[in-house]
């Protein structure tokens, strides 16, 4: 298991008598460990795409100069690496917010239904280009939360959805009422025809930045924080996050929103 750090202090006192103080510091080492891990990774994965940018630019500015040809397709791939650095500082600021705003609970009535048709008509484009077809079931019903917020998991969710399941599934978005050792909530759930996620990989998705296969995130635009936002929106919402997954099957990612 995880090796405990303390901290000690030694004081002699008077007589040859010696005061040890243990402090268990395990977890404050710990939330160091991720933070240093969190800066590398971010390190990490701007320096990917300004490698790139800065090597196209060398090549725009000498061998490309006067070919017309290869300036345009360099180009491209350049405007699709700033495309990728955008939507990780995106996701980096989306993150933070959330993050600062954990301890206040939103309130405003939310009625999911009516999210879930805004949410999956704004992902019909994509789920075109799959030939995928997405489909919504359950009564309307209302939670106290933040609308754009709910938004976000939810588009978060049916993206990856169409993302990694497979071209011409049915996703299943759907509503169902859950009674609750704290009460009454709603289970909101999206469902996959994909092939699913072998089981050692579930407990780590939420962490930012873990993918099952990183060239197929980064491929799909992925920036890996995607599910990281999605937790820490769910648990402002005192709400929590369930995936269940059987590989060859697909996938089900179901949220869990309390009623009051
Ligand atoms: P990404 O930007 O890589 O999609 P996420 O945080 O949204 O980041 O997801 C993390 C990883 O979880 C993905 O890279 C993918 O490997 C896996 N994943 C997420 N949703 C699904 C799904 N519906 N089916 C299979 N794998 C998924």
């Known amino acids: 298991g995880q090796e405990e750090v303390f901290q000690v202090t030694v004081s002699s006192l008077r007589d040859g008598l010696v005061l040890c103080i243990f402090r268990d510091v395990t977890e404050e080492e710990k939330a160091g460990e991720m933070r240093r891990d969190f800066v590398a990774n971010v390190s990490h994965e701007l320096r990917t795409p300004l490698t790139a940018l800065m090597g196209f630019i060398e090549t725009l500015k000498h061998a490309a100069r006067d070919d017309p ?139 930012r930045f873990y993918r099952v296969d990183t060239h197929r995130s980064r491929e799909m635009g992925g920036t890996g924080l995607g599910l990281a936002i999605v937790k820490h929106i769910v648990s402002r919402h005192r709400g929590w996050l369930r995936i269940e997954s059987e590989k060859g099957r697909g996938s089900r990612f179901q949220v869990v929103l309390p009623l009051g």
């Open 69 to 207: 040809k290869a300036r345009e397709v360099f180009l491209g791939i350049m405007e699709a690496e700033a495309g990728r650095m955008n939507r990780l500082v995106r996701d980096l600021l989306h993150l933070s917010r959330v993050e600062a705003e954990e301890r206040v609970r939103p309130r405003e009535p939310v009625e999911l239904r009516g999210l879930l048709e805004g949410v999956i008509s704004s992902l019909r484009g994509m789920a075109e280009r799959e030939g995928d077809r997405v489909e919504l079931t359950g009564d309307p019903v209302t939670v106290p939360g933040d609308w754009d917020q709910l938004v976000q998991v939810f588009t978060n969710l049916v993206e990856n959805a169409l993302k990694y399941g497979a071209a011409g599934q049915v996703v299943r978005v759907s509503l169902t009422p859950e009674e609750t050792v704290r009460g009454p909530a709603v289970r909101v759930e999206v469902a996959d025809e994909g092939e699913g996620i072998d089981p050692v990989h579930i407990p780590r998705l939420t962490e």
